[in-house]
Structure formats: C-alpha cells, structure tokens
C-alpha cells in the first residue's frame, strides 16, 4: 500500500497511526517493528525518499511512505499563497512578507475577521500569545491596496 498527497498533508503522520492502532490491537509483532516511526515535522518536504513501514504482521502488510507530490510550477500568485498558508509549499517559495499580506488582506476581506481583530486590540485583551498581534491600521491599510 503507498500513501501518496500534497506536501505537508499528514501521510507520515498516518503511517504513525496505523502502526499504533496496530500495536494496540496485537497485529504489529515485536517493539523493534513499532519503534521504526516515520518522521514527522512542521515544514514540507521532510520526507525526501520513500520508505516502507510494517503495519501488520500477518498477512504481512507494508505501507510505503513517499514525499510529497505538487505541480511543478505554481500558475498563480493567489495559489501560491493558497499552498503556502496550507503548509504544501514552503513560505520562501512566493516569499514570506507576500504569503503575510496575503492572509491578512484575506482577513480584512470578510468582516467578522475585522470585528475580531478590532476586539482584539481593545485596553485589557489579552491574547495567549502577545506576539502574535496584528494592529487593525495594518489590516486596514492593505484591505484599500
């Protein structure tokens, strides 16, 4: 069996969660045989070769594990940033700042993302994570270009 897909999409992830499903239900024989994990990371592209992984023991049954699959060119600037948002690209692909304006126009464009924001920067909010603020005056900047 191969588990082919985007980039980034969770086919190792997949893997890992077969072998502990089968684990658990006494299919997979041996530690050694669960201890072989796919590994997994935040960034595409992590996975550069296909490798095959032992689910069951009997009947024995492999999974082969392959990198990511993309078009080779990305026709537009939107699918880009699309892909990119998406974790299938790498940001430095279309570029970091254009993948940032990007998703904040995006926000700006839909009006209950803006209420939120403007929420958000009211005295006395406090977010979980404070350097993940965005002023409403950038937001609104790039919502007129």
Same mark, same amino acid.
């Given at each position: 069996?191969? %588990?082919?897909?985007?980039?980034?999409?969770?086919? +190792?992830?997949? &893997?890992? $969660?077969?072998?502990? $499903?089968?684990?658990?239900?006494?299919?997979?024989?041996?530690? !050694?045989?669960?201890?072989?994990?796919? $590994?997994? #990371? @935040?960034?595409? /592209?992590?996975?550069?070769?296909?490798? #095959?992984? !032992?689910?069951?023991?009997?009947?024995?049954?492999? *999974?082969?594990?392959?990198? /990511?699959?993309? %078009?080779?060119? &990305?026709?537009?600037?939107?699918?880009?940033?699309?892909?990119?948002? @998406?974790? @299938? &690209?790498?940001?430095? %692909? *279309?570029?970091?700042?254009? %993948?940032?304006?990007?998703?904040?126009?995006?926000?700006?464009?839909?009006? !209950?993302?803006? +209420? @939120?924001?403007?929420?958000?920067?009211?005295? /006395?909010? =406090?977010? +979980?994570?404070?350097?993940?603020?965005?002023? *409403?005056?950038?937001?609104?900047?790039?919502? =007129? !270009?």
């Amino acid at each position: 069996m191969m %588990v082919v897909g985007l980039p980034n999409s969770g086919k +190792s992830s997949l &893997i890992n $969660a077969l072998k502990l $499903a089968a684990r658990s239900t006494g299919v997979l024989g041996g530690e !050694q045989t669960y201890n072989r994990r796919a $590994a997994v #990371g @935040a960034t595409p /592209g992590l996975t550069r070769q296909v490798s #095959g992984f !032992q689910v069951c023991k009997t009947p024995a049954t492999y *999974v082969l594990d392959t990198p /990511g699959i993309t %078009v080779p060119s &990305i026709p537009t600037d939107e699918i880009g940033f699309r892909l990119a948002l @998406a974790g @299938a &690209i790498k940001d430095s %692909v *279309v570029g970091e700042e254009a %993948v940032v304006k990007y998703y904040l126009s995006q926000l700006a464009s839909n009006p !209950q993302n803006l +209420s @939120a924001l403007k929420a958000s920067q009211a005295p /006395g909010y =406090k977010s +979980s994570n404070s350097s993940s603020r965005v002023s *409403v005056t950038s937001v609104l900047k790039l919502k =007129k !270009q």
